[in-house]
């Protein structure tokens, strides 16, 4: 047995059981692919992978426990290079964060400055992604901190902090009719509404707030982001829904927030890490820049699967 068969069987289920894909991910042939399973299971006595004919379609039950297995062992493998590299190369390295386009816009900035100014050595990477994806990234190993507002929450095998709270509000062109009157969500429903794409920024709990009061609201046009949103509401498209941070009066000068109570509730982005992940000091750092109450001893112990003294 050795890491190499590990890696193919946990690169076979991520592939979708598409050996040529595995082959490709790994930078090898798919002859070898092959090669490595068949070993691994002649040597193990059982067989790893539902097969019909030569293809793969699952895995069988001494499979899905061994991929339980493989996964803790290569987590460690990385855990063991980079604890070699936090007493050898203590202030140089990578820290890859994985966050929406929101956070890198409008929180991370003064974060990411004051790190860099700290690290200059080390080499920070910002990877973009829609909050399932980030949750990938985490769960990969890919990604050594995550934050986003959605599905971070609930994953199992992630251990996540509350980083800040914000709302949604209401933003439209000066003059339009909405800022002449009381804001509702069923005055906000009589115009056409921009806002973000389902599954970003809080989509679901301004469906959801819409749904609980017997609304149907005409979504012209969703985005990613808020850069997008803004600028089809300034050319007249529809009233947006952004998150507020987003909204600078000195800088956003085509739109402006309607005055009124928020209508959708409070949200809250959250710091994320995967179970068992070994983090540099210097991450510990970057997350207390963030949220100053989550210094490196309160992180370590809600990371630990034991009580620490």
């Not at 499979?63 to 855990?79: P, W």
Request: aromatic content about 8%.
């Amino acid at each position: 047995m050795n890491f190499q068969q590990l890696r193919i069987i946990r690169e076979t289920v991520r592939q979708g059981f598409n050996l040529t894909e595995v082959a490709a991910a790994l930078y090898t042939s798919q002859s070898g692919v092959s090669k490595h399973i068949k070993d691994l299971e002649d040597e193990l006595g059982v067989e790893l992978f539902v097969r019909k004919g030569k293809r793969f379609l699952g895995l069988t039950d001494p499979g899905k426990e061994l991929l339980t297995i493989v996964e803790r062992m290569l987590l460690d493998a990385g855990n063991i290079k980079r604890l070699a590299e936090q007493f050898s190369l203590r202030d140089e390295g990578q820290l890859t964060i994985a966050t929406t386009h929101t956070q890198a816009r409008y929180a991370l900035p003064p974060v990411v400055t004051a790190f860099k100014r700290a690290y200059p050595r080390v080499h920070l990477v910002l990877h973009q992604a829609s909050p399932d994806e980030l949750v990938r990234l985490l769960m990969a190993g890919e990604a050594d901190i995550g934050i986003a507002t959605e599905a971070v929450a609930d994953t199992p095998g992630l251990v996540s902090f509350p980083y800040y709270s914000w709302q949604h509000c209401v933003i439209a062109p000066p003059g339009h009719p909405l800022h002449d009157r009381p804001l509702t969500l069923a005055s906000l429903a009589e115009h056409p509404i921009v806002t973000y794409h389902q599954g970003f920024t809080g989509r679901a709990r301004i469906d959801n707030a819409f749904a609980a009061a017997g609304l149907a609201p005409d979504i012209v046009m969703a985005a990613l982001d808020a850069d997008v949103i803004k600028t089809y509401v300034e050319l007249g498209l529809g009233v947006g829904i952004v998150a507020s941070m987003a909204v600078d009066a000195r800088r956003d000068h085509g739109v402006q927030v309607v005055a009124g109570e928020p209508l959708f509730g409070q949200q809250t982005s959250r710091i994320a890490v995967r179970c068992g992940h070994y983090l540099r000091s210097y991450a510990y750092r970057f997350i207390e820049l963030c949220a100053p109450a989550l210094n490196e001893t309160s992180v370590r112990r809600a990371l630990s699967p034991l009580p620490q003294e």
